[in-house]
């Protein structure tokens, strides 16, 4: 099936209403770009991971709309914009070329080389060092494949400081990413935790292919379940807003003489969530990367 790209520009106070509009009207899918995209009037737009900017639109925004071929784009157009009380705006069209879609999106994801000796790796390709710790996890819906710095940076933690025999908690696990490197590093037992039921059971199915046994849980199942109650390491790549709300409770899963070691941090985070942390352990930037930092800490041996 052949598809055709309604393009469309128009300014920012349109983009989100014209884009619902098209939906409703019959487009398969609608993306918003900046029409000045390449130019020096180009605005990027940033968010957190998990925080995406309150706004996907730009001061001059291109809605492009997706259609099947020999569809009636001008009516399309037209309904939409009368449902946005806009007047049809102009419009050009592009044809979009036949392509193996699972072959380029999977084209898109090489095997991560992270620290020195770990490799993340797609299912669809070969690990370029057999004899790394190779974590073979495809993207998906939970955070967590090593590409961006706040994992890769607890993964680099984890690597330097093998938890070899070591019981160790992470907490938001998404993935399951952090958990799974702690494992195959020797740590055991191991535990992640993840509000989110989508992330646990992608913990779950990931740590089954790369054979880590590992057990996740809801939080209150977590609270709930009669397990240990501290760790050797305890490591949470969140976000600095939840991990100063966490402060007391993640310090409380630290075991005496345990280490603690908390990432999603942009630099200029660095000292607030260092100081709501400070009652309990005192938390220092173990490294930093692209703008992100990890914060590390130790318990005293006695509690």
Request: aromatic share 8%; proline share 6%.
């Amino acid at each position: 099936m052949s598809w055709t790209e309604i393009v469309i520009e128009v300014a920012r106070d349109h983009a989100e209403a014209l884009s619902d509009a098209l939906m409703e009207a019959g487009a398969l899918s609608v993306s918003v770009e900046d029409a000045d995209e390449g130019t020096d009037a180009e605005r990027p737009l940033f968010g957190e991971p998990g925080m995406e900017p309150t706004e996907a639109a730009w001061e001059h925004s291109r809605v492009v709309a997706l259609a099947a071929d020999g569809a009636d784009y001008a009516a399309v157009v037209a309904e939409a914009a009368t449902a946005c009380g806009i007047s049809t705006p102009a419009y050009s069209l592009r044809p979009v070329a036949e392509q193996d879609w699972v072959r380029l999106t999977q084209s898109q994801f090489e095997p991560i080389h992270i620290g020195k000796n770990i490799w993340v790796v797609p299912s669809w390709h070969d690990a370029p060092d057999p004899n790394g710790l190779i974590l073979e996890l495809d993207p998906g819906l939970a955070f967590g494949t090593g590409s961006h710095p706040t994992t890769r940076l607890c993964m680099e933690w984890l690597e330097a400081n093998a938890p070899q025999n070591l019981s160790v908690l992470d907490y938001g696990c998404g993935s399951g990413i952090l958990a799974m490197v702690a494992k195959k590093l020797g740590a055991n037992p191991v535990y992640g935790v993840d509000i989110d039921p989508q992330a646990i059971e992608s913990a779950r199915y990931n740590s089954e292919r790369n054979h880590c046994e590992i057990d996740y849980y809801l939080p209150e199942e977590f609270a709930n379940a009669a397990r240990q109650k501290t760790y050797d390491v305890v490591v949470a790549n969140i976000l600095s807003s939840p991990l100063k709300l966490m402060a007391p409770m993640l310090s409380s899963r630290v075991a005496p003489g345990g280490r603690l070691v908390l990432s999603g941090i942009l630099e200029r985070q660095a000292d607030e969530v260092a100081a709501a942390y400070a009652p309990f352990l005192k938390m220092s930037v173990w490294a930093q990367h692209e703008g992100w930092v990890a914060l590390s800490g130790q318990s005293a041996a006695t509690k």
